[in-house]
């Protein structure tokens, strides 16, 4: 086995369980959003202002890390190159980069991180729902049942989705991976753009000597 080989392997299990820990990641972030009402119960307990002032921060800064994580190893993958070396399910798993990054803006700039606004709720749901379609392609279609098991128990239906809906299936994943990334990148880059601009607009000059 050769050195190239060797290196490849490496950089295909490496990207592929970057996308598995993405994809846990998402889900992590949305059980801090979603748990609020037992926060606000362990919150009770604490005593002095500065630490409960220091719990709410920290859970917000981890939610919204984790978004920042998930984000940016969406963006790695979302190209033809690395899905047509590694399994991701198309196109769930890219459109759930979409939506956390959606998320993600209304928490940093809108006001999405303070609970029981309707900001929150909004991140709450596009949260959600990017869980729900990353949980979905990851257990149907990346982690579909093996060539093994189909020999032993044929199935039209996952015959049909490590064909088609896998980034790394030939013909069927490679063309409807080009189709997922035509579609999805420019939205990402406009999701970005729009965060970018809502950042400068919060963005306050400082104040002149003279002044």
Known sequence: MGEHVI????????????????????????????????????????????????????????????????????????????????????????????????????????????????????????MFLASFVQAVGFSLIMEAPSTEYLALHPSSFWDFVKTHLRSNASPHGLELAQWTFWILFPILMAVFVWGFARALKQITPAPSAEE
């Open 7 to 126: 290196a490849k392997g490496l950089e295909v299990w490496t990207l592929q369980t970057l996308v598995n820990v993405s994809i846990m990641v998402g889900f992590f972030a949305l059980g801090l959003a979603i748990a609020q009402g037992y926060f606000a119960s362990l919150r009770e307990r604490l005593t002095l202002r500065v630490s409960i002032e220091l719990w709410d921060v920290i859970l917000v800064l981890l939610t919204d890390m984790f978004l920042v994580i998930v984000v940016l190893l969406g963006f790695l993958v979302l190209n033809p190159d690395i899905m047509a070396d590694i399994k991701i399910a198309l196109p769930f798993v890219p459109l759930g980069t979409v939506l956390f990054a959606v998320a993600l803006v209304i928490r940093l700039f809108y006001g999405g991180h303070r609970a029981g606004s309707p900001h929150f709720r909004l991140a709450l749901w596009l």
